[in-house]
């Protein structure tokens, strides 16, 4: 304990605090160290197996879209084609849901119900299923994808899955990420 409270009043050369990831990172070893000590005979028990590690803030993030820069971006995908009205739809269903990446890529066509306004996100963050209210405007557009684009993009067996790539397969976290993260809809 003194020593966890020593790297909290521990200043780096500059004067600033030493950051909780520093700190974390030093009493997770000695944690493990004793861990370790403790599992081969050495010691009779763990010191620091209750040992509470410092836990950063929690902030906010400092920057939020404005409505006019969310319109921008929700209006970047060419409705014109395919592709765009199923990009289209799912950038308004996480502005409208606030779901992650994960949870999106899991959505079964069953999972939307169009009469109530919901969606049911199963096993999302901490393997939970909830249910979730889904704005009318981004409503039409998955209805508007469900009917006009996806029935071309399902190749083969049909699981359900609701998004799918132009290859027809289901997304994966990370071409779903890279399908946003440097595309620019022509």
Same mark, same amino acid.
């Given at each position: 304990?003194? &020593? +966890?409270?020593?790297?909290? !009043?521990? +200043?780096?050369? #500059?004067?600033?605090?030493?950051?909780?990831?520093?700190?974390?990172?030093?009493?997770?070893?000695?944690?493990?160290?004793?861990?370790?000590? $403790?599992?081969?005979?050495?010691?009779?028990?763990?010191? $620091?197996?209750?040992?509470?590690?410092?836990?950063?803030?929690?902030? =906010?993030? !400092?920057?939020? =879209? @404005?409505?006019?820069?969310?319109?921008?971006?929700?209006?970047?995908?060419?409705?014109?084609?395919?592709?765009?009205?199923?990009? +289209?739809?799912?950038?308004?269903?996480?502005?409208?849901? /606030?779901?992650?990446?994960?949870?999106?890529?899991?959505?079964?066509?069953?999972?939307? %119900?169009? %009469?109530?306004?919901?969606?049911?996100? +199963? *096993?999302?963050?901490?393997?939970? #299923?909830?249910?979730?209210?889904? /704005? /009318?405007?981004?409503?039409?557009?998955?209805?508007?994808?469900?009917?006009?684009?996806?029935?071309?993009?399902?190749?083969?067996?049909?699981?359900?899955? *609701?998004?799918?790539? &132009?290859? /027809?397969?289901?997304?994966?976290? @990370?071409?779903? $990420?890279?399908?946003?993260?440097?595309?620019?809809?022509?």
């Amino acid at each position: 304990e003194r &020593y +966890r409270r020593e790297l909290h !009043r521990r +200043r780096r050369k #500059d004067g600033r605090p030493m950051s909780f990831r520093s700190q974390n990172g030093r009493l997770s070893m000695l944690r493990s160290f004793f861990g370790w000590l $403790a599992r081969q005979n050495h010691i009779l028990y763990n010191p $620091a197996a209750d040992l509470e590690l410092p836990r950063p803030e929690k902030r =906010l993030p !400092r920057d939020v =879209l @404005s409505a006019s820069e969310v319109e921008r971006v929700l209006n970047q995908p060419d409705a014109k084609k395919p592709l765009g009205v199923r990009d +289209r739809a799912i950038l308004e269903t996480f502005y409208s849901t /606030g779901m992650r990446r994960s949870e999106l890529i899991g959505l079964r066509e069953h999972d939307l %119900d169009f %009469d109530r306004g919901t969606v049911m996100i +199963r *096993l999302g963050k901490g393997k939970r #299923d909830r249910v979730v209210p889904i /704005g /009318g405007r981004a409503s039409l557009w998955v209805e508007k994808y469900l009917t006009e684009v996806r029935p071309e993009l399902v190749a083969g067996r049909d699981d359900g899955t *609701l998004f799918l790539t &132009y290859r /027809g397969e289901p997304f994966n976290e @990370s071409r779903i $990420a890279r399908l946003f993260q440097h595309r620019h809809w022509t």
